[in-house]
């Protein structure tokens, strides 16, 4: 069965520093990746998708990530981050063979020093 | 536009009192699926549906029914409602296999 980890419950960074949210996934073959993040009472934006192909991924907002198969990892990394940014991020793993069922972690909540 | 519509956004109940959650989307999607969503937990799979009249269990279906009985539907039924089901509720769907899923606003519920 797919598993995802998100090892960082909290983070907080300064505005204007880089940003890197992990992300570790189980799956024998090649998972669907996705990035979604979730501002406070608001519902899931989908920031980026890993399919197949290029494995480091642009997203909106500024964000990209990049599928690393041998550490089973698909990190979120912002250069330089905004208030704006600060809001709770999921990152989830699908696969074909189980249809259209999303996996999440459990979530990472990025706080934004001024 | 195409957009995945739950009622209602938020419910306050009380224990065993019957309600449903509706979903509609509006582009055709052969899969549609419930999930719920709590703190340091992420988001689980309650019951989906591949197509209409076809349902299965997801991860956490205890306490909660679903029907599918025309494609743009999957209404979340909860018979008896208890506090452990207090949780953000989201519907979701997609065409089959597509990975490209989409999510409604949620609806905040909570049984007290």
């Known amino acids: 069965a797919q598993s995802v980890t998100q090892p960082d419950i909290h983070i907080t960074v300064s505005e204007g520093a880089s940003l890197e949210l992990r992300c570790n996934y189980s799956?024998?073959?090649?998972?669907?990746l996705f990035w979604y993040v979730q501002s406070p009472g608001q519902g899931l934006q989908l920031l980026l998708k890993?399919?197949?192909?290029?494995?480091l991924v642009q997203g909106i907002k500024g964000f990209e990530a990049e599928f690393k198969r041998s550490q089973s990892s698909f990190n979120l990394r912002k250069p330089s981050v905004h208030w704006s940014d600060a809001a709770e991020y999921f990152c989830?793993?699908?696969?074909?063979?189980?249809?259209?069922?999303?996996?999440f972690g459990a979530g990472t909540i990025l706080r934004v020093k001024s | 536009e195409a957009q995945v519509t739950q009622n209602p956004r938020y419910l306050i109940t009380v224990t065993g009192k019957k309600l449903t959650v509706t979903c509609s989307q509006n582009m055709n999607h052969e899969y549609m699926s419930w999930y719920r969503q709590d703190p340091g937990l992420g988001l689980r799979q309650i019951y989906y549906?591949?197509?209409?009249?076809?349902?299965d269990k997801g991860d956490v279906p205890e306490g909660y029914k679903v029907s599918r009985k025309e494609k743009r539907n999957f209404p979340l039924i909860l018979e008896s409602p208890s506090p452990n089901q207090t949780s953000l509720y989201f519907c979701?769907?997609?065409?089959?296999?597509?990975?490209?899923?989409?999510f409604g606003q949620g609806t905040r519920l909570t049984v007290v």
């Open positions: 890993y399919f197949s192909g290029d494995t």
């Open positions: 979701a769907s997609s065409l089959a296999n597509s990975g490209r899923v989409f």
């Open positions: 799956y024998g073959a090649t998972p669907y």
């Open positions: 989830a793993v699908g696969a074909e063979e189980y249809g259209n069922k999303l996996v």
């Open positions: 549906s591949m197509n209409v009249e076809v349902t």
